[in-house]
């Protein structure tokens, strides 16, 4: 059995091998490509491409520096330089016949990138996240907030089709505030077995931690603005009504919570510049004109506290999640390499998320988190205190020293102040110094639709010498 078991991995394996060595081979291809074209229109002006092309990306960023960490005729400036560099650079290019160099070498790279991700998508052994069938709930329990996203449970009229579905509807009154744990409290004890949310991630979140204090599956019914816990559940956000159907053709996905001083989260924390802003009663009605005003004082003044992060158990973005774990000081994806216990000094901004974000070069899954139950915070620090910090930011990524990715179990943060602004999906708070976040993993238990027409496969870190390897026709 035990020879049989592992002829059946071997195979598999060399299944996994066999499909990643096309687009490995292809991407090499594409990367020699750029290397050649580069070298055979060095004397036509392919440095110059290059040249023009990352003076023109940090000029951007630094009128957009002087546009948010200014006032008066230097904001204006700022904007002017944000606008005018790239445009001066593809000018640059169309006057000196040089766009169709920089179109093949933009075209190369692209294709590079992508036939890169497919082949290690191709040979990715990680098992997508395990479903449970589950069968339909006696007596659902949904919280609907009619004033989230703008009306979205009048809608697309969540309020009737549920209750079509057997489920009780407890509606929010918009003009009396309620606290939703108490009331999502107050439905288990009168016997639901399922409890779901059509609302913010703010609310989602609250009533998500009643749901896995009594192990309860919890529906997720996208009728917030921006709905990023259902976006990263695979769920449909132009239609919440779709996310009804888990009530009858569902199955149960367990996923990691996160806890902050004991306040449960579904998608991040944010201290420091963003979470300064969110406090203003003016941002709700007028986000960007709150932010602007406030942003010369957040970046370059006194006004916002500067943070430090303590880590503990920091781990590679790219893990499975139960089983060996590696070991510590590995290297988080565009990220640096720093041991448990590492520390980030005097940040401008923390975004602590309960699962790492992709990483930018994942073009498939940007803005999203490609796994839920990794048992990883991912830990995002920015410290960019001047134009030449911004500058270097844009050209250089997530390799520049304003930036820092990175994954942890634990994190405290902590500032010169008695207490600190906080944003908790979203939500307005105040802390008392330090804050501890931590996770909770596999602790909620979430009912989705068998369809759910957002879910993707996520792309393992990018790494060259592997696509390398798999190009040479090894396992990777």
């Known amino acids: 059995m035990r020879g049989a078991g592992g002829g059946a991995t071997r195979a598999a394996d060399s299944g996994g091998g066999a499909a990643a060595r096309l687009p490995a081979r292809l991407a090499v291809l594409a990367v020699l490509a750029v290397v050649a074209l580069l070298f055979l229109a060095l004397g036509e002006g392919g440095l110059a491409v290059i040249v023009s092309g990352l003076a023109g990306l940090g000029l951007c960023a630094v009128g957009v520096w002087w546009f948010l960490a200014y006032r008066g005729a230097v904001r204006l400036l700022g904007a002017l330089v944000a606008v005018a560099a790239p445009a001066a650079v593809l000018a640059f290019f169309t006057l000196a016949g040089l766009w169709r160099t920089a179109l093949v070498l933009v075209v190369c790279w692209a294709a590079a990138l992508g036939c890169a991700q497919a082949a290690l998508r191709a040979a990715d052994r990680r098992r997508p996240p395990r479903t449970a069938p589950a069968p339909p709930p006696r007596r659902p329990v949904l919280i609907m907030n009619p004033r989230s996203g703008g009306g979205k449970v009048g809608r697309f009229r969540l309020v009737e089709r549920a209750e079509a579905l057997g489920a009780r509807v407890i509606l929010l009154d918009p003009d009396a505030p309620a606290d939703v744990a108490a009331l999502a409290r107050e439905a288990v004890a009168d016997g639901a077995d399922l409890l779901g949310v059509a609302g913010g991630d703010g609310t989602q979140a609250l009533v998500a931690a009643v749901a896995a204090a009594h192990d309860l599956p919890f529906v997720v019914i996208s009728a917030g603005t921006r709905n990023h816990f259902a976006l990263d559940l695979g769920l449909d956000r132009t239609d919440p009504a779709r996310c009804l159907d888990a009530l009858t053709d569902g199955e149960d996905l367990r996923v990691d919570l996160g806890d902050v001083a004991g306040r449960a989260f579904v998608n991040t924390v944010s201290f420091g510049v963003y979470a300064d802003v969110v406090q203003r009663p003016e941002y709700r009605d007028a986000k960007a004109g709150t932010a602007l005003t406030l942003m010369p004082d957040l970046l370059t003044g006194d006004r916002g506290p500067r943070l430090d992060g303590y880590l503990d158990g920091q781990l590679d973005v790219g893990d499975p999640g139960p ?132 879910t993707v496969t996520p792309t393992p870190p990018m790494d060259w010498r592997r696509v390398g390897r798999l190009a040479r026709g090894g396992s990777g």
């Open 323 to 454: 089983g060996p774990r590696p070991g510590p000081g590995v290297q988080a994806p565009a990220g640096v390499p720093v041991a448990p216990g590492a520390t980030l000094t005097s940040q401008q901004a923390l975004l602590i998320s309960n699962n790492p974000y992709a990483s930018p070069d994942d073009l498939g899954a940007a803005g999203r988190r490609p796994r839920l139950d990794t048992g990883t915070l991912g830990v995002l620090g920015i410290r960019v205190e001047s134009a030449a910090r911004a500058a270097e930011l844009a050209v250089l990524g997530a390799q520049s020293t304003a930036l820092t990715v990175l994954t942890a179990h634990r994190v405290t943060v902590t500032a010169a102040t008695a207490d600190f602004p906080v944003a908790v999906d979203g939500e307005a708070l105040r802390m008392p110094t330090p804050v501890i976040c931590t996770l909770r993993p596999r602790a909620l238990r979430v009912r989705v639709p068998r369809t759910r027409p957002g």
